[in-house]
């Protein structure tokens, strides 16, 4: 079956890029089905970072779209974000997921088990 | 961007019961996208229901999902001991795809 599994520094230092990966294995990720990105802040409740659909276009968040990337690497069968100009307010656990569409509406499932990103001096 | 509600924010009850969860959408969900999901502590989530009322691959049948429009309902038949977990709702009617802040059931 399809599993995710985050990857990336732990923490990141104010004002520079957070950069993940997701590799995801049982599957190849050229052969369909759109990759996104979700985060959840320690206690909090979980926000939509983007996603890129199967035809390599991608959809952001308004809230962080100005800061953030999202990349396929087929070579390696892995998915990445890019958030650039983080604050403490990106402090968060950062999950990705296989993306299920209908059109560009979409809904997750599997997720990675999450990484831990602490944006701190 | 589409708001949505959840209530109750804490749910008690005990194995064996019936817990129906409310999410509510600022606006009218197009074509019913709702999903929900079950979050437990320390671990990712785990898609439910989508569609509002299809049931995803390998969940029971004891969880159904229903509603449509504005207002969606998540209910658990029977509570057993592993359903007692953080759950979300999401709509991805239209962008921003948007959750819910969650409903927590607990062992009452």
């Known amino acids: 079956q399809v599993q995710l599994q985050e990857s990336g520094p732990g923490l990141v230092k104010p004002s520079e890029t957070l950069s993940l990966t997701c590799a995801v294995s049982?599957?190849?990720?050229?052969?369909?089905?759109?990759w996104g990105w979700i985060r959840q802040p320690p206690g909090k409740g979980l926000e939509w970072i983007g996603t890129i659909y199967h035809s390599g276009s991608t959809d952001y968040n308004p809230s962080l779209k100005s800061r953030v990337t999202i990349s396929v690497d087929t070579s390696k069968n892995q998915f990445s974000l890019k958030l650039s100009s983080v604050t403490a307010a990106d402090t968060a656990v950062y999950y990705c997921?296989?993306?299920?569409?209908?059109?560009?509406?979409?809904?997750?499932?599997?997720w990675g088990q999450g990484t831990l990103v602490t944006v701190s001096s | 961007e589409i708001v949505l509600t959840q209530s109750p924010g804490t749910l008690s009850l005990s194995p064996g019961e019936r817990a129906t969860l409310s999410c509510r959408a600022s606006?009218?969900?197009?074509?019913?996208?709702v999903a929900w999901y079950q979050q437990k502590p320390g671990q990712a989530p785990r898609l439910l229901i989508y569609g509002a009322s299809s049931r995803a691959t390998g969940i029971p049948d004891r969880f159904s999902g229903s509603g449509s429009g504005t207002d969606f309902t998540l209910t658990i038949s029977r509570l057993e001991p592993e359903d007692f977990a953080v759950y979300y709702c999401q709509q991805y009617g239209s962008s921003p795809w948007t959750f819910g802040q969650g409903t927590k059931v607990e062992i009452k």
């Open positions: 606006q009218s969900v197009s074509s019913n996208y």
């Open positions: 049982g599957y190849s990720i050229s052969s369909g089905y759109s």
């Open positions: 997921a296989r993306t299920l569409t209908i059109f560009r509406n979409g809904w997750f499932d599997p």
